[in-house]
């Protein structure tokens, strides 16, 4: 079992495949991409399976999530996801990505054994997308996730972030849009991951921001605390149901004292927080033949010392030292 000195215990795991993407958005990385991870540094396939196969089989782990960077690089990505799904205790996995190449491995993934995806998208309108990417991609993504909804990798979860002066008027027609399409949106707050440096706390479009927004045109109905758990998007059901609608307030409404989450990074660093300035060293431990209680022994350890929150409701809050496409979102 993952349990910190906070008595939270660890059931998900989020395990970050590549540092590489294929677009450049402005609240992620500079235009220019950054310095990108050597090849011998990545966690090899066989690394990746034996680590959440450890994290399963010995310490509790129920769901996967395979990020980035963007996943759909890895060119062992569907390998992995049958590898995984043929563990004894096999996890609930579910992929995000960008959707960008989900149209021509929707269904390769499904069959291995991938349960669903998130995909990202900020906007409906192609200029703004190109404005926030630096890329021309808009409607590949949109291809992706029908593709995504078409093979059965269902609930398709749709993440947007509002950006002040680009898209931040777009709130109720991406729920409409998400409503139309049956995909279920998520809002998350600007979060301090980019390369650059250049999030800033004034100004951010809030969930409070983005509730009065959707409330111009929709009626939103809160879900249950207790129905919510560990989830970090708080969700409002929209016009009565079925469809909802949820928020990730990581920055104003912190939801830390509920947090089941580990993360591996792509260069085999254990992390207990997306916004942790420490990390622990798995994979000098996987290359140095030690056995899988060892490992296990030091991920247990790296756990224990995972702080009470993540710092983001502190207004002088630094920066973590990678950004957020080398440690996964």
Same mark, same amino acid.
């Given at each position: 079992?993952?349990?910190?000195?906070?008595?939270?215990?660890?059931?998900?795991?989020?395990?970050?495949?590549?540092? &590489?993407? /294929?677009?450049?958005?402005?609240?992620?990385?500079?235009? =220019?991409?950054?310095?990108?991870?050597? *090849? #011998?540094?990545?966690?090899?396939?066989?690394?990746?399976?034996?680590?959440?196969?450890?994290?399963?089989?010995?310490?509790?782990?129920?769901?996967?999530?395979?990020?980035?960077? =963007?996943?759909?690089?890895?060119?062992?990505?569907?390998? !992995?996801?049958?590898?995984?799904?043929?563990?004894?205790?096999?996890?609930?996995?579910?992929?995000?990505? /960008?959707?960008?190449?989900? =149209?021509?491995?929707?269904?390769?993934? &499904?069959?291995?054994?991938?349960?669903?995806?998130?995909? @990202?998208?900020? +906007?409906?309108? %192609?200029?703004?997308?190109?404005?926030?990417?630096?890329?021309?991609?808009?409607?590949?993504?949109?291809?992706?996730?029908?593709?995504? &909804?078409?093979?059965?990798?269902? #609930?398709?979860?749709? /993440?947007?972030?509002?950006?002040?002066?680009? /898209?931040?008027?777009?709130?109720?027609?991406?729920?409409?849009?998400?409503?139309?399409?049956?995909? =279920?949106?998520?809002? !998350?707050?600007?979060?301090?991951?980019?390369?650059?440096?250049?999030? *800033?706390?004034?100004?951010?479009?809030?969930?409070?921001?983005?509730?009065? @927004?959707?409330?111009?045109?929709?009626?939103?109905?809160?879900?249950?605390?207790?129905?919510?758990?560990?989830?970090?998007?708080? &969700?409002?059901?929209?016009?009565?149901?079925?469809?909802?609608?949820?928020?990730?307030?990581?920055?104003?409404?912190?939801?830390?004292?509920?947090?089941?989450?580990?993360?591996?990074?792509?260069?085999?660093? !254990?992390? +207990?927080?997306?916004?942790?300035?420490?990390?622990?060293?798995?994979?000098?431990?996987?290359?140095?033949?030690? %056995?899988?209680?060892?490992?296990?022994?030091?991920?247990?350890?790296?756990?224990?010392?995972?702080?009470?929150?993540?710092?983001?409701?502190? #207004?002088?809050?630094?920066? %973590?030292?990678? #950004?957020?496409?080398?440690?996964?979102?």
């Amino acid at each position: 079992m993952l349990i910190d000195t906070f008595g939270r215990v660890a059931t998900d795991l989020r395990v970050s495949l590549t540092d &590489r993407c /294929n677009l450049r958005c402005t609240y992620c990385m500079p235009e =220019e991409g950054l310095q990108w991870l050597a *090849k #011998p540094d990545l966690l090899t396939d066989d690394e990746i399976v034996r680590l959440i196969r450890i994290a399963v089989s010995d310490l509790g782990i129920e769901e996967v999530r395979f990020t980035g960077g =963007e996943p759909l690089l890895r060119p062992g990505l569907v390998g !992995i996801v049958e590898r995984v799904a043929a563990l004894e205790h096999r996890p609930r996995m579910s992929l995000t990505t /960008n959707g960008i190449g989900l =149209e021509r491995t929707a269904t390769a993934l &499904r069959a291995a054994g991938l349960d669903r995806v998130n995909v @990202s998208l900020d +906007t409906l309108r %192609p200029d703004v997308f190109r404005a926030l990417t630096r890329r021309k991609r808009h409607e590949d993504v949109l291809r992706g996730l029908e593709a995504a &909804r078409a093979a059965g990798l269902t #609930p398709v979860k749709v /993440n947007s972030v509002l950006m002040p002066g680009l /898209n931040d008027d777009e709130a109720p027609d991406l729920l409409a849009w998400a409503i139309a399409h049956d995909y =279920e949106l998520r809002f !998350i707050e600007q979060m301090p991951l980019d390369a650059q440096h250049g999030w *800033k706390r004034e100004g951010m479009i809030t969930a409070g921001d983005i509730l009065a @927004s959707l409330r111009t045109r929709f009626t939103l109905t809160a879900e249950d605390q207790e129905e919510r758990g560990s989830a970090p998007a708080e &969700r409002w059901t929209v016009d009565g149901g079925p469809h909802r609608v949820g928020v990730i307030a990581s920055v104003t409404r912190p939801f830390c004292r509920a947090c089941d989450r580990t993360r591996l990074t792509a260069d085999g660093q !254990i992390r +207990t927080c997306l916004f942790a300035t420490e990390e622990t060293d798995l994979r000098a431990a996987l290359r140095s033949d030690v %056995p899988d209680a060892e490992i296990a022994r030091i991920w247990k350890q790296a756990m224990w010392g995972k702080k009470a929150g993540s710092g983001l409701d502190d #207004p002088s809050f630094l920066q %973590p030292a990678r #950004p957020m496409s080398a440690i996964g979102g």
